[in-house]
């Protein structure tokens, strides 16, 4: 009897062990054939992927809510075959990204990788690009993962690349600039740099070249639309005064900005009771105008030194004439020592100068005599006097509206023998048009600024002539500028030369051209 229970309590304990195995079996999950949990990597243009699967449980999807670039289609499921489709959106950064969820059945666990590429990449971080008249090598750094071409409109042929090798990664597109020796900067635009995205488009980044001249304009303006306020009429003259470009016409005085040329304002100069009909500024910054008398021969000078008005010197016998109006010179500090000239006219008769020498602030007696001789220069009109220092022994230059060559000449003597001989012929192409001249002294040179009157123009002529005076019996051309575009209407022309720094800048106005515009011109090393 005691053998017959124990067989039996055994088999029940064997019988109750088989039934517990299979009420719960070993949870699994398991590809489908053909799909897997580590698909490959999605395009940049997105798309969905579907996974497929097996299991022996209930699933569900763990992680689904920080996929971020990715969504799911379902997030749990019955026991048997199971499907969930991933949605993954455009991928629009050059970062290749990475999503994981991971599905749960019983105890068992899978996770899903996915995987997405960058998108084509073609990032250039500056696209513009400044260059010295020197030319030379631009280095533009391109971050990019594909193969990029560079093209350059066949019209620029001053600027070319240099190939270089494209990597998959950060590389460099190398430009070369041939060096300039025109005066207005230049740019190269329409420069591309082209490459396909992931849907074979094109991939454009647009990049631009700007080459310094030599010499360069700092700006340049119109009358017509830029200084409206400003009536370019003759006589028209410039000035530096208090850190300002002055303009007066005649009647009325007007202030630019030097280093932009925006108009600034109107200005009245206290205690002026006479018109400006010429105007110059000295080399320490006091203003000097000119007007001629009433009724009379009679020139008369004044200066302002930002206090007070104060007649400086007087001339009886002659006036200022012609559209120029006698373009007042002055080089030195009136306050101090220096030469004021002028261009004059006896009796209705041009030709002619007046200067005066300025000792301790005072004027001394005026000098006056005739331009030139026979032929030398011969039939002078209008025209421009200045002097060479603020010592009138040094002599004094004229240039104008005369006679054949229409140069530049020198007289050394003015208070005594008035001898005029020509020191530089312009070469202007029959332009015998140049009645303004100014001096400034920089790096131990001297240097004077010829510039072309507004009355009439021939295209060829050059707007502006800079020449080394430094040796008179030696005058050398520097720099030479033309003035683009038509020639209109009759108007005013005046030329100032400023020593600033290491570079001299010349304001230069033509009316003619509808310009006013400052050419820096640097210190050659």
């Not at 039934?19 to 699994?28: D, Q, S």
Request: hydrophobic content about 35%; glycine content about 10%.
């Amino acid at each position: 009897m005691k053998r017959t229970i124990i067989f039996s309590i055994l088999a029940l304990m064997l019988a109750a062990g088989c039934t517990e195995k299979n009420l719960y079996p070993v949870a699994y999950i398991n590809e489908a054939e053909g799909s897997t949990f580590t698909p490959a990597e999605v395009s940049a243009k997105g798309g969905d992927v579907t996974i497929n699967f097996s299991t022996n449980y209930t699933w569900q999807i763990k992680g689904y809510s920080t996929l971020g670039f990715c969504s799911v289609n379902a997030i749990k499921g019955e026991s048997g075959n199971g499907s969930i489709v991933v949605t993954v959106e455009p991928n629009t950064t050059s970062a290749v990204r990475t999503a994981t969820f991971d599905i749960v059945a019983g105890a068992a666990r899978k996770t899903v990788t996915i995987t997405q590429t960058e998108t084509n990449a073609l990032n250039i971080g500056t696209t513009s690009y400044n260059t010295t008249a020197n030319g030379g090598l631009v280095e533009i750094a391109v971050s990019s993962n594909i193969e990029y071409t560079v093209n350059i409109p066949s019209e620029i042929t001053w600027v070319r690349e240099i190939p270089q090798s494209k990597v998959m990664e950060t590389s460099y597109i190398n430009l070369q600039v041939d060096p300039y020796t025109e005066w207005m900067p230049r740019t190269a635009s329409g420069i591309t740099v082209t490459g396909k995205d992931v849907s074979g488009n094109d991939i454009v980044r647009n990049i631009t070249v700007t080459q310094e001249g030599t010499p360069y304009a700092l700006w340049t303006k119109t009358f017509s639309t830029d200084l409206t306020q400003i009536a370019p009429t003759s006589p028209f003259h410039t000035a530096m005064y208090d850190n300002q470009l002055y303009m007066a016409n005649g009647t009325e005085i007007h202030a630019v900005d030097p280093a932009t040329g925006n108009y600034v304002e109107q200005v009245t100069i206290d205690g002026l009771t006479v018109a400006p009909q010429s105007m110059a500024s000295d080399d320490a910054g006091n203003l000097i105008f000119a007007a001629n008398g009433t009724g009379s021969d009679m020139v008369y000078v004044y200066a302002y030194d930002g206090n007070s008005v104060t007649q400086l010197a007087q001339f009886n016998g002659a006036n200022m004439n012609g559209w120029t109006k006698g373009n007042l010179r002055v080089v030195g500090n009136v306050k101090e020592k220096a030469v004021i000239t002028g261009l004059a006219a006896l009796w209705g008769n041009q030709g002619y100068y007046i200067a005066w020498q300025i000792t301790g602030g005072t004027a001394g007696t005026a000098v006056f005599g005739k331009i030139g001789s026979t032929g030398n220069p011969s039939g002078v009109t209008n025209g421009v006097v200045s002097p060479v220092s603020d010592d009138l022994s040094d002599g004094i230059l004229y240039i104008g509206y005369s006679g054949s060559p229409w140069s530049l000449y020198y007289c050394s003597d003015p208070a005594g023998t008035k001898t005029w001989v020509e020191v530089y012929n312009p070469g202007s192409a029959g332009n015998e048009n140049y009645c303004a001249l100014s001096i400034a002294e920089i790096g131990g040179r001297k240097y004077c600024a010829i510039g072309q009157d507004g009355h009439f123009s021939y295209s060829t002529a050059p707007a502006v002539h800079i020449v080394d005076i430094t040796d008179l019996s030696n005058v050398t051309l520097e720099y030479e500028a033309r003035f683009t575009g038509t020639f209109g209407a009759a108007g005013a022309n005046d030329v100032k030369l400023v020593a600033d720094g290491d570079n001299l800048k010349c304001y230069l106005i033509n009316a003619g051209y509808d310009y006013a515009t400052c050419i820096v011109l640097p210190l050659a090393e």
